[in-house]
Nanobody
Framework: QVQLVESGGGLVQPGGSLRLSCAAS????????MGWYRQAPGKQRELVAT???????DYADSVKGRFTISRDNAKNTMYLQMNTLKPEDTAVYYC?????????WGQGTQVTVSS
């Protein structure tokens, strides 16, 4: 079993920054990819960013140039550095790990961008 725990969410003013963390633990053997998704009220969950083995990164168009995904393999931890935050970035952010044809999800962390 794999456990994912997110942290780092909170309330921030427009233009501010936050750094999310996702710590993975449990029976982790092969990680194909890790990523961040978000879900705003009344909307479907959407991809924010992913990082695959070899360090290949993909971003949603809405966050390109503002968000950076990274991963510390030694710590089994993934990060999302979010800069120049906008009110439309407000959502619950979920950590995802894809391994051996299975998706694992964290419980989510709330990010609210408001003045």
């Amino acid at each position: 079993q794999v456990q994912l725990v997110e942290s780092g969410g909170g309330l921030v003013q427009p233009g501010g920054s936050l750094r999310l963390s996702c710590a993975a633990s449990g029976s982790i053997f092969v990680i194909t990819s890790m990523g961040w998704y978000r879900q705003a009220p009344g909307k479907q969950r959407e991809l924010v960013a992913t990082i695959r083995n070899g360090g290949v990164r993909d971003y949603a168009d809405s966050v390109k140039g503002r968000f950076t995904i990274s991963r510390d393999n030694a710590k089994n931890t993934m990060y999302l550095q979010m800069n120049t935050l906008k009110p439309e970035d407000t959502a619950v952010y979920y950590c995802n790990l894809y391994s051996r044809l299975r998706d694992y999800w964290g419980q989510g962390t709330q990010v609210t961008v408001s003045s």
